[in-house]
């Protein structure tokens, strides 16, 4: 090739343009555009603040309520430790944030719920704790619990929901049903925690209530196979539950490295006789990430009510490690009628592939009920070698057939195993307000987090 001489003494310049361009281009791929927010900060506590929760009111979308787990009390024995279920409220959009202690004549003991009814009123759903002794405690996890707020400030002392001992009530989530007015929560029974015997068994089971919590339902099981107790891949864990199109529900579970669904189109009054498998989930729910004491790919279930393109669809989220114990990846299928058949996986992160692989895990996903656009929040590697973790988010504008990832985390946390972390994150969304919420570790403290995201 023939070069002008004028044009060549310029190529060197044109070049470290280009480079230049392509950096910042880069740089601004993992460099978060978003104002963080801390929410709560522990003072020296191992265990939270932690499974922050969050939900927008739907009428004024300036409010919005967080819930998250934290250690009240440890004595010298290590099953008395106590937890409290805490409260944070905002008024400006989550810029600001102040503290509400929660109290009900159920004890609490985590697993914090948060949900928002068409009036504005706001659900606490968490797991109890009657005698305030923990797991050392007679009866502890004899229920679950819902307390009830219409203004994230005052709360009710609570309604139980299934109980029924010396069978224990775990990972209870909620949803509203704005067509029926109804609220539905799912969740997971023992017959007795962590115990393994073949004898006692574990299963989903479903509630819901049309006074707005006060008075709920005798649960029923809706899942075909029956779990044990030990709290791992072969216990059923994840049941959350997704309003769906003139008062269905739809349920998806993690059981036996299977992700399971179930349908009620009746309001949750019966189900289907036979669970149907949305995907294989390689390895199970429970994995092993490298900093954390444990964490969990249990997954997530959304039905999108909005009047776009995609309306009626389902979602079924969630992680695993098909990929290898060094790869853990978000997953998402879909089902456009209603829940028989599903898509193939599609892989969420969109991170290049290396010979290590990086994790991605924790995720959470809602659906912007006012414009369909599909939100998943999660922990990501892809940035480091070590131990750094950053939050980013995946959006789907498409139904779910692609995902723009962006990093939202302001700066990386390295965890530490002698926090607990808690089981998972949450993120919330209405008419393009989207707020995620994380546990992060800061100055040698847990945090809880958000992020100021607005998208049309």
């Known amino acids: 090739m023939i070069i002008i001489p004028e044009l060549k003494q310029n190529m060197g310049k044109i070049a470290f343009f280009l480079f230049a361009l392509v950096g910042l281009f880069y740089s601004q791929q993992i460099v978060a555009q978003h104002k963080n927010i801390i929410i709560t900060q522990s003072k020296n506590s ?29 004595s010298s024995d290590a099953n008395s430790f106590t937890v409290k279920n805490r409260i944070f409220y905002s008024k400006d959009y989550g810029k600001t944030w102040k503290a509400r202690k929660l109290r009900s004549k159920y004890g609490d003991f985590g697993d914090p719920c948060m949900v928002a009814d068409n009036d504005g009123n706001f659900y606490y759903f968490h797991l109890s704790d009657p005698e305030k002794r923990g797991w050392s405690g007679d009866m502890i996890l004899d229920r679950i619990v819902c307390q009830r707020s219409a203004d994230g400030k005052i709360w009710t002392t609570g309604s139980g929901i299934g109980y029924n001992p010396p069978k224990q009530q775990d990972k ?19 017959d007795k925690y962590g115990s393994s015997d073949v004898q006692d068994q574990s299963n989903i089971l479903f509630s ?5 919590g006060n008075i709920w339902s005798p649960p029923v099981k809706i899942n075909q196979f029956s779990g044990d107790c030990l709290d791992g891949d072969n216990t059923p864990q994840g049941a959350v539950p997704a309003a769906g199109p003139e008062g269905t529900v739809f349920v998806a579970w993690s059981y036996d490295e299977k992700i399971l669904f179930d349908r009620s189109m009746d309001g949750g ?9 949305v995907s ?11 900093g954390f004491g444990r964490a969990s790919g249990q997954p997530v279930t959304a039905c999108d009510l909005s009047y776009g393109s995609y309306a009626g669809s389902i979602y079924v989220s969630w992680s695993d490690q098909r990929n290898g114990e060094r790869d853990t990846d978000i997953w998402l299928s879909t089902s456009r009628d209603g829940g028989i058949t599903w898509s193939d ?6 991170d290049k592939k290396t010979i290590n692989g990086s994790h991605q895990f924790f995720s959470w996903m809602t659906v912007d009920q006012q414009t369909g656009i599909i939100y998943i929040v999660f922990y990501d590697r892809r940035n480091h070698k070590d131990l750094q973790t950053d939050v980013y988010l995946a959006y789907s504008k498409d139904g779910g057939a692609s995902f723009v990832n962006e990093k939202i985390s302001v700066q990386p946390f390295v965890p530490d195993k002698k926090f607990f972390m808690g089981d998972y994150n949450n993120i ?3 008419k393009g307000i989207v707020r995620p919420v994380w546990t992060s570790i800061l100055d040698g403290q847990l945090t809880v987090m958000t992020a100021i995201i607005n998208l049309k």
């Open 46 to 74: 191992l265990m939270g603040p932690a499974e922050p929760s969050i939900v927008i009111n739907p009428n004024s979308q300036n409010k919005m309520v967080v819930g998250v787990v934290s250690e009240n009390k440890r």
């Open 172 to 190: 209870p989530w909620a949803v509203f049903d704005e067509y029926s007015g109804r609220i539905f929560v799912s969740w997971t029974q023992f």
């Open 208 to 212: 819901s209530s049309a006074d707005r």
């Open 269 to 277: 009054l019966t189900w289907l006789k036979e669970d149907i498998v």
């Open 280 to 290: 294989e989930q390689p390895g199970g729910w429970s994995f092993d990430i490298p």
């Open 345 to 350: 996986p599609l892989k969420v992160n969109d």
């Open 428 to 430: 919330s969304a209405y």
